[in-house]
C-alpha cells in the first residue's frame, strides 16, 4: 500500500488531507511540531511524529516506508511575515529545504506543495493563470515563490517529481464520524471563520467600500477544503520524475465581501454584524483564479460551492 507523507497533518487542511487520503486506501504519516495546529485533529489511524520539518532526525523517522510527501507545514499569516520575516524564510524555505534533502537520502522523488495566491502579488489580471507574474508583496508570498522556485530546481537537479499548487482561499470543513474538522487558527486572520465569530460589540470589518466592483467591496475566489485535498489526490497521479508542475486550485468564481456576508447570514438564519471602515493598505480589488489548467491537467473541477462551503463551517459549530 502507498503510505504518504503528511507535513502539517495536525493544521487545518493537512488535518483534512490526513482523513481524506485514509479514506482512498491510502497509508498516512504525519509530521507536525504542533506550533499552529492540534493533536486532537489528527486521524487516530496515522503514524504520528511530533517534530520540526527543520529536524533532520524527524523528517528520517517521518519518511520512514512513504512513497510521496504532501507537503503544508509552514507559517502562513501575512501580517506576522512582515513582522517576523526570518521566522518565514527559516520555517517555509530552510524547512522545505531539509525536507528535499532528507527526501533524496531516503530514495523519495514525489512531492505534492502547497503554494499560494499569495506568490502572485497584485496582478493585473483577472482571472489570474498560471502564467500571470509573480511579484508577492509580503515575505509570506516571497517564501512560497522561494520554494515554487526551489522544487523547479531540484526536478532538473536530483530528478524529483514536484506539483506544486497554488491556493486561493480556503475554507469549509469536514465531518468525520470523530466530529468536525475546521479552521481553528489563532490568531484567525481568514473572512469565512471571521464572519461567524462577529458579534454586535465586535462586528466583522469590511475593509474598503469604494473599490471598481460591483458592489463597491473586494472580490475573492473561495475554494471548498475537500474540492482542494481532491486536487491534491489527483495530483499525486500526474507525477513525472524531473518535472515541476505549478496549478492554481481556486472556484474559478469571484464573490465580493458582500455577497460573502450575506450567504453566511443566509445559511445560519441571522444577520452577521459587519461595519465598513477605511480600505487596508496592499489589498488588491480582485483575485480570482483561472483553474483552467487544473481542470486539463488534473481532470478536475470544484464540486462545492459558496453555499456549501457556508453550510458546512456552520455544521461545524463555528
Ligand atoms: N488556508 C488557506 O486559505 C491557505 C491558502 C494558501 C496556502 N495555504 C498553505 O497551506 C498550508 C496549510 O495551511 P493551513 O491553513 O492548514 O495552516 P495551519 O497553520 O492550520 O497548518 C500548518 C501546520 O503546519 C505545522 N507546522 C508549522 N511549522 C512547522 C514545522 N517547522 N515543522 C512541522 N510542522 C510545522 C503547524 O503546527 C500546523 O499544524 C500552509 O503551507 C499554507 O501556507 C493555506
Redesign the pocket.
Known sequence: MTRILV?????????IATHMLLEAGYEVSV????????KDAIDTRARFVE????DSDALTAALSNCSAVM??????LVGESVEKPDLYMQ??VE?STKLLDAMKVAGIKDIVF?????TYGQPGDAPISEQSPTKPTNP?GVT?LKVDELLASRAVTDGIAAVSL??????GALQTSDGWLA???NPET?LIPNIFKATPSAPLQVFGTDWPTPDNTCIRDYVHVLDLIDGHISALSIMKPGTYQVLNLGSGSGYSVREVIDTASRVAGRVMPSVDVARRAGDPAVLVASIEKAKKVLNWSPKRDLNQIMQDVVSSGA
Not at 51 to 54: A, E, F, N, P
Open positions: 507535513t502539517g497533518g495536525a493544521g487545518y487542511i493537512g488535518s509530521l507536525d511540531d504542533l506550533s499552529t495546529g492540534h517534530g520540526s520539518i527543520l507537503h503544508f507545514a509552514g507559517k502562513s520555517v517555509n524547512g502547497s503554494s499560494s495566491a499569495a509570506y512560497k497554488r491556493y486561493f482561499n480556503v475554507a479552521e481553528r487558527h481568514h
